[in-house]
Protein backbone atom coordinates (compact mmCIF):
# COMPACT_ATOMS: atom_id res chain seq x y z
CA UNK A 1 0.00 0.00 0.00
CA UNK A 2 1.16 3.72 -1.32
CA UNK A 3 1.33 6.27 1.43
CA UNK A 4 1.85 9.62 0.65
CA UNK A 5 2.76 12.41 2.64
CA UNK A 6 2.80 16.16 1.75
CA UNK A 7 4.94 19.15 3.28
CA UNK A 8 6.06 22.80 2.23
CA UNK A 9 2.58 24.25 2.09
CA UNK A 10 2.27 28.15 4.38
CA UNK A 11 1.47 31.70 3.37
CA UNK A 12 3.33 33.70 0.28
CA UNK A 13 2.71 36.94 -1.18
CA UNK A 14 1.84 37.28 -4.55
CA UNK A 15 4.89 36.61 -7.06
CA UNK A 16 6.84 34.63 -4.25
CA UNK A 17 7.47 30.80 -4.46
CA UNK A 18 7.12 27.83 -2.49
CA UNK A 19 8.13 24.08 -2.72
CA UNK A 20 6.15 21.22 -2.33
CA UNK A 21 7.10 17.81 -1.03
CA UNK A 22 5.39 14.54 -0.68
CA UNK A 23 7.49 11.50 0.70
CA UNK A 24 6.12 8.31 -0.67
CA UNK A 25 6.12 4.83 1.28
CA UNK A 26 5.40 1.61 -0.08
CA UNK A 27 5.97 0.12 -3.44
CA UNK A 28 5.43 2.94 -6.26
CA UNK A 29 4.88 1.35 -9.13
CA UNK A 30 7.47 2.73 -12.08
CA UNK A 31 5.17 2.69 -14.68
CA UNK A 32 2.33 4.78 -13.46
CA UNK A 33 1.83 8.66 -12.64
CA UNK A 34 2.24 10.66 -9.80
CA UNK A 35 0.73 14.25 -9.61
CA UNK A 36 -0.35 17.16 -8.03
CA UNK A 37 -4.17 18.60 -7.54
CA UNK A 38 -5.24 21.43 -5.66
CA UNK A 39 -9.28 22.47 -4.18
CA UNK A 40 -10.03 25.37 -3.73
CA UNK A 41 -13.17 26.19 -1.39
CA UNK A 42 -16.50 25.40 -2.96
CA UNK A 43 -14.56 24.46 -6.02
CA UNK A 44 -13.48 21.07 -7.53
CA UNK A 45 -10.27 19.50 -7.05
CA UNK A 46 -8.22 20.01 -10.51
CA UNK A 47 -5.36 18.33 -11.18
CA UNK A 48 -2.25 20.63 -11.53
CA UNK A 49 0.47 18.88 -12.81
CA UNK A 50 1.97 15.36 -13.08
CA UNK A 51 4.83 12.85 -14.42
CA UNK A 52 5.22 9.59 -15.90
CA UNK A 53 7.55 8.16 -12.73
CA UNK A 54 9.19 5.79 -15.34
CA UNK A 55 10.21 7.73 -18.60
CA UNK A 56 9.84 11.45 -16.51
CA UNK A 57 7.69 13.15 -19.03
CA UNK A 58 5.58 15.46 -17.69
CA UNK A 59 2.45 17.44 -18.11
CA UNK A 60 0.85 20.58 -16.50
CA UNK A 61 -2.22 22.35 -16.57
CA UNK A 62 -2.94 25.53 -18.28
CA UNK A 63 -3.24 27.17 -15.31
CA UNK A 64 0.13 26.49 -13.86
CA UNK A 65 2.71 26.26 -17.45
CA UNK A 66 5.68 27.98 -16.94
CA UNK A 67 5.41 28.53 -13.30
CA UNK A 68 5.25 25.23 -11.22
CA UNK A 69 7.74 22.73 -12.25
CA UNK A 70 7.39 19.19 -10.85
CA UNK A 71 10.20 16.36 -10.73
CA UNK A 72 10.46 13.28 -8.69
CA UNK A 73 13.63 12.24 -6.64
CA UNK A 74 12.96 8.19 -7.55
CA UNK A 75 15.85 7.03 -4.95
CA UNK A 76 14.41 9.48 -2.12
CA UNK A 77 10.48 8.39 -3.38
CA UNK A 78 10.15 12.23 -3.26
CA UNK A 79 7.79 14.03 -5.60
CA UNK A 80 7.96 17.64 -5.77
CA UNK A 81 6.08 20.77 -6.93
CA UNK A 82 8.06 23.90 -7.48
CA UNK A 83 5.73 27.21 -7.51
CA UNK A 84 6.86 30.26 -8.73
CA UNK A 85 4.92 33.72 -9.27
CA UNK A 86 2.62 32.64 -7.27
CA UNK A 87 -0.88 34.50 -7.83
CA UNK A 88 -3.74 34.61 -5.28
CA UNK A 89 -5.97 32.28 -7.25
CA UNK A 90 -3.40 29.45 -6.56
CA UNK A 91 -4.67 29.47 -3.15
CA UNK A 92 -5.28 26.12 -2.76
CA UNK A 93 -5.37 22.41 -0.63
CA UNK A 94 -2.30 20.74 -2.31
CA UNK A 95 -2.77 17.30 -2.88
CA UNK A 96 -0.08 14.63 -3.59
CA UNK A 97 -1.37 11.94 -5.68
CA UNK A 98 0.31 8.46 -7.29
CA UNK A 99 -0.69 5.11 -8.53
CA UNK A 100 -1.90 7.40 -11.62
CA UNK A 101 -3.01 5.92 -15.19
CA UNK A 102 -0.58 6.12 -17.76
CA UNK A 103 -0.84 5.22 -21.31
CA UNK A 104 2.10 5.12 -23.84
CA UNK A 105 4.16 6.87 -21.40
CA UNK A 106 1.55 9.71 -20.55
CA UNK A 107 -0.81 10.99 -18.04
CA UNK A 108 -4.02 11.70 -18.92
CA UNK A 109 -3.25 14.81 -21.25
CA UNK A 110 -4.79 16.69 -24.28
CA UNK A 111 -2.17 18.44 -27.21
CA UNK A 112 -3.30 22.16 -26.71
CA UNK A 113 -1.46 24.99 -28.44
CA UNK A 114 1.42 22.41 -28.81
CA UNK A 115 1.99 21.58 -25.52
CA UNK A 116 0.38 18.46 -23.58
CA UNK A 117 -1.84 19.53 -20.77
CA UNK A 118 -2.47 17.33 -17.83
CA UNK A 119 -6.62 17.09 -17.82
CA UNK A 120 -6.66 14.28 -14.91
CA UNK A 121 -9.34 13.22 -13.14
CA UNK A 122 -9.45 11.74 -9.19
CA UNK A 123 -10.22 8.72 -10.62
CA UNK A 124 -6.84 8.23 -12.43
CA UNK A 125 -4.98 7.84 -9.12
CA UNK A 126 -5.47 5.45 -6.69
CA UNK A 127 -3.15 7.01 -3.48
CA UNK A 128 -3.54 10.15 -2.20
CA UNK A 129 -1.89 12.77 0.80
CA UNK A 130 -3.61 14.61 3.30
CA UNK A 131 -3.11 17.95 1.39
CA UNK A 132 -0.87 21.10 2.94
CA UNK A 133 -2.17 24.93 2.79
CA UNK A 134 -1.04 26.83 0.26
CA UNK A 135 -2.20 30.55 0.62
CA UNK A 136 -1.25 33.13 -1.47
CA UNK A 137 -2.17 37.20 -0.34
CA UNK A 138 -2.06 40.16 -3.12
Known amino acids: QVRLVESGGGSVQAGGSLTLSCAASGDIDSGKCMGWFRQSPGKEREGVAAINSGGGSTFYADSVEDRFTISQDTAKKTLYLQMNSLKPEDTAVYYC???????????????????????????????WGQGTQVTVSS
Open 97 to 127: AAEGASVDGKCRARMQGGRWRFIGRISDFGA
